[in-house]
């Protein structure tokens, strides 16, 4: 009896024992299609991927002029405005007219990337206002990892920049007051040209004045190497496209704001050497005759050998005062001369005047 409940008990697990493993088998066996499916689903999805992002030779087929126009509409809108918006600036007023390049396209690969930049930097005018951005747009070599940097392809290829002496999108020269009042004092003396004298010596006058020339001598410089690198003027660069020139001195005050930089934007444009393709500078912003008589002397004393080849048009706008508060019209009104109008300058006659001037005085 005993041998007989002992039988039944065990043929009855291991029938229940074999339903299961079976059950456990089908569920695999249905996991396995399952996933088998899934991975065809799988396969087929990266080959539909592989196939969509091979390398297209269609536009290396394409006639490079044709080539040259596709890349004008992507990146050519015909004005290139460097961003944040600076207030106050009359350069902008048309901003929302042009639309925003197409920054992908030169993502593409490398025949793309040379012939979009190229594009972009000869059928646009670029308008630069912030000048730590406008450095990494112009100077700081970006690349893709393949040498194709963005200063290069401006050096070569830029033929329409506008540049404005505007100090007030500029950092800060330390975060640190006491450290940049420690780099001012050690060559304090020699650039005062006060004998036997230290810091602690120096009036209080004599501080301030040496603190704000130094100070502006620090950003004019800073504007003034974007200048030398949009007319090919720096040692690397190689020879300029550059056919239009504008500077806007508008708000060319110095970092105090008590009194105007215009000399020292001249200076900049002093050391620049224009190649026979520039045609026009545009000069905007200037608020008297002696601040017009600034550039043309600056350009005259500075082109003493290619002046007679190269005689872009000189042209003067008048001030103006757009979208200005009442403050703000006050301070720009100061020693603004009301009748100064727009006035083009002959360089040429200016040119042959200054050769005739310095005949006379080897002469003597």
């Given at each position: 009896m005993?041998?007989?409940?002992f039988l039944h008990q065990l043929f009855g697990y291991q029938t229940y024992r074999i339903y299961q493993l079976q059950k456990q088998l089908s569920e695999s066996q249905a996991r396995e299609q399952q996933l088998t499916e899934n991975n065809h689903g799988l396969r087929d999805e990266v080959d539909r991927l592989r196939y969509l992002s091979r390398p297209s030779r269609l536009l290396e087929r394409l006639p490079a002029k044709i080539r040259v126009m596709i890349w004008g509409l992507c990146v050519a809108p015909g004005k290139y405005f460097l961003k944040p918006r600076p207030t106050h600036d009359r350069r902008y007023?048309?901003?929302?007219?042009?639309?925003?390049?197409?920054w992908q396209l030169f993502l593409v690969n490398r025949l793309v990337r040379a012939e979009a930049l190229e594009v972009f930097f000869r059928e646009n005018h670029i308008v630069v206002n912030d000048e730590p951005r406008c450095r990494l747009l112009l100077e700081q070599p970006w690349t893709d990892g393949a040498g194709q940097a963005f200063s290069l392809f401006s050096?070569?290829?830029?033929?329409?920049?506008?540049?404005?002496?505007?100090?007030r999108g500029l950092s800060a020269p330390s975060s640190n007051p006491l450290t940049w009042a420690n780099s001012l004092r050690q060559p304090a003396t020699f650039l005062l040209n006060v004998p036997n004298a230290t810091w602690a010596a120096l009036t209080l006058q004599q501080r301030m004045e040496y603190a704000h020339d130094i100070l502006s001598a620090n950003v004019s410089f800073a504007w003034s190497q974007i200048l030398l690198h949009a007319t090919g003027s720096l040692s690397w660069s190689p020879p300029s496209a550059l056919r239009f020139l504008q500077i806007d001195v508008t708000n060319c005050y110095c970092r105090q704001g008590c009194c105007r930089a215009v000399a020292r934007a001249a200076e900049g444009l002093a050391r620049c050497r224009f190649e026979e393709?520039?045609?026009k500078i545009e000069i905007l912003g200037t608020k008297t005759e002696a601040e017009r008589n600034l550039f043309i002397d600056s350009l005259i004393g500075s082109r003493r050998e290619s002046l007679a080849?190269?005689?872009p048009k000189l042209t003067f706008r008048a001030f103006e005062l757009e979208g200005r508060t009442d403050d703000l019209n006050t301070l720009h009104l100061d020693g603004l001369?009301?009748?100064l109008g727009d006035a083009e300058v002959d360089m040429a006659s200016l040119w042959r005047q200054h050769l005739a001037d310095v005949a006379e005085e080897d002469e003597e």
């Open positions: 005993d041998n007989t409940y007023k048309d901003m929302e007219e042009f639309f925003e390049p197409e050096a070569k290829h830029m033929t329409s920049i506008s540049v404005s002496f505007d100090m393709s520039l045609e080849t190269c005689q001369d009301t009748q």
